[in-house]
């Protein structure tokens, strides 16, 4: 069973700061995603990434397969990116498995 | 886009009544779902896999004659959560993966079981 693991667990960061949030993983996968979750509880997908490096608008993930890792990045940090951040990971290359998922990284950006 | 709809997004109910939460999958088929369930302070954790037509696949540890998952159509999964209890508590969510989208969520239902 693959196991997820999130750093930093929490990060308070000012407005205008570069955010990382960090994932490593300990078995193959077939894609790891980025989601974010709101207070409320619904949850977006952010990113799906199989290899390499995606971006959208502020956000940046990256993932190296060989060393099991994958970051988020978010620039220019805003109050509103505050939320909960999940990695997790599937290990169908169909799709067909539920997925598997890190604790999240609770980001609060203040103004 | 791909949308996926959960109801109730909450609902409390007394101990030893079932609870029924809907996910309907909107302009698009869903021959799989997925439903997790998510603990206050810990991670979503998988709870079973849905198959239209066919009988659910559940994880190791969860109860399948306390959580009853029907998926008659291709649009509509149900989790009934029979004779609930106080530890039954938690936050479920549901998934799909409609093509070209990735997997899409649901709203969540928050159950709390008084």
């Known amino acids: 069973k693959n196991e997820v693991e999130q750093s930093p667990q929490n990060l308070t960061a000012q407005e205008g700061e570069f955010i990382t949030i960090n994932c490593s993983y300990s078995?193959?996968?077939?894609?790891l995603h980025w989601l974010q979750q709101h207070p409320g509880g619904g949850i977006v997908s952010l990113f799906m990434l199989s290899s390499g490096k995606k971006k959208h608008g502020r956000l940046i993930a990256t993932i190296n397969i060989q060393e099991k890792h994958s970051s988020l990045h978010i620039t220019a940090s805003h109050p509103r990116d505050s939320a909960v951040y999940i990695c997790?990971?599937?290990?169908?290359?169909?799709?067909?498995?539920?997925?598997?998922f890190g604790k999240g990284t609770h980001l609060i950006i203040q103004p | 886009g791909a949308v996926v709809s959960q109801h109730p997004s909450w609902v409390i109910c007394k101990s030893g009544t079932s609870v029924k939460i809907e996910c309907r999958s909107l302009?698009?088929?869903?021959?799989?779902m997925f439903w997790y369930r998510q603990f206050p302070k810990q991670s979503l954790m998988l709870m079973a896999t849905?198959?239209?037509?066919?009988?659910?696949?559940?994880e190791q540890g969860v109860e399948k004659d306390k959580f009853l998952i029907n998926h008659a159509s291709l649009t509509l999964s149900t989790l009934t959560v029979t004779s609930a209890h106080p530890e039954d508590s938690s936050f479920y969510i549901c998934?799909?993966?409609?093509?070209?989208?990735?997997?899409?969520f649901g709203s969540g239902t928050r159950l709390t079981v008084v």
């Open positions: 997790a990971v599937s290990t169908s290359g169909g799709g067909a498995d539920g997925l598997t």
């Open positions: 302009d698009f088929q869903a021959t799989t």
């Open positions: 998934s799909a993966i409609p093509a070209n989208y990735g997997y899409t």
């Open positions: 078995v193959g996968i077939s894609a």
């Open positions: 849905s198959n239209e037509g066919s009988k659910a696949t559940y």
